[in-house]
């Protein structure tokens, strides 16, 4: 069954620090996708990245930068510089491919609450 | 705009009454899920529909029922709402259901029982 543990629970830093969120993942498959999604305090669930198991490359979009290792099942978060604006709760997800007519549910982990003070 | 809607955003009810979350997308999508957010518990899903008439359990599935009559529609039910089922809920839709597409999420729908 596919797992995804997030061990920081609660991460405060001050603005301009940089952060990294972790983010480790248990799958028997080997076609499966990664996703961090960003809970503001307004509360909706925004898309942030979707990473494939084939695709081992960093992602970097602006501030954001995204770091993918299958030899630890790990799939880290950093944000560069943070700002206020970063404050959020983030939850990291795995879905493993299913064939046509199978659930690609989600497995979430338990998030982690990032409080930016200025 | 591409979006997934939910009503109410906010509902307080009492232990027994029945009511009706509905949920909506206009992205002609096939999947769609309803999870649950507790604190603590992160997100689990409720249900899911492959497509129109194709439903079936997600993880804590007890309590709830669904629907899927047409394509863009997906309303989570609650027959007898109990204190337990006090959470956010969140509606998702993504174009297939094969683990491969981004699952776009409706913005929660808060629900209190008494």
């Known amino acids: 069954a596919q797992k995804v543990t997030q061990a920081q629970t609660e991460i405060s830093v001050v603005e301009k620090e940089d952060v990294t969120l972790d983010c480790v993942y248990e799958t028997r498959d080997t076609t499966y996708y990664l996703f961090w999604y960003k809970q503001p305090p307004s509360g909706e669930l925004v898309f942030l990245i979707r990473?494939?198991?084939?695709?081992?490359q960093n992602e970097i979009s602006g501030r954001y930068s995204w770091n993918f290792q299958k030899s630890t099942s790990s799939f880290n978060f950093t944000i560069t510089a943070s700002q206020v604006v970063d404050s959020a709760v983030y939850f990291c997800a795995l879905s493993e491919y299913a064939y046509t007519g199978a659930n690609s549910k989600l497995t979430f982990g338990k998030g982690i609450t990032l409080s930016v003070r200025p | 705009e591409a979006q997934v809607t939910q009503n109410p955003r906010y509902l307080i009810t009492v232990t027994g009454k029945k009511l009706t979350v509905t949920c909506s997308q206009n992205?002609?999508?096939?999947?769609m899920s309803w999870y649950r957010q507790d604190p603590g518990l992160g997100l689990r899903q409720i249900y899911y529909?492959?497509?129109?008439?194709?439903?079936d359990k997600g993880d804590v599935p007890e309590g709830y029922k669904v629907s899927r009559k047409e394509k863009r529609n997906f309303p989570l039910i609650l027959e007898s709402p109990s204190p337990n089922q006090t959470s956010l809920y969140f509606c998702a839709s993504s174009l297939f259901g094969v683990g491969t597409d981004t699952q776009y999420f409706g913005p929660g729908t808060r629900l209190t029982v008494l």
């Open positions: 992205m002609n999508h096939e999947y």
């Open positions: 990473r494939n198991s084939f695709d081992e």
């Open positions: 529909s492959m497509n129109v008439e194709v439903t």
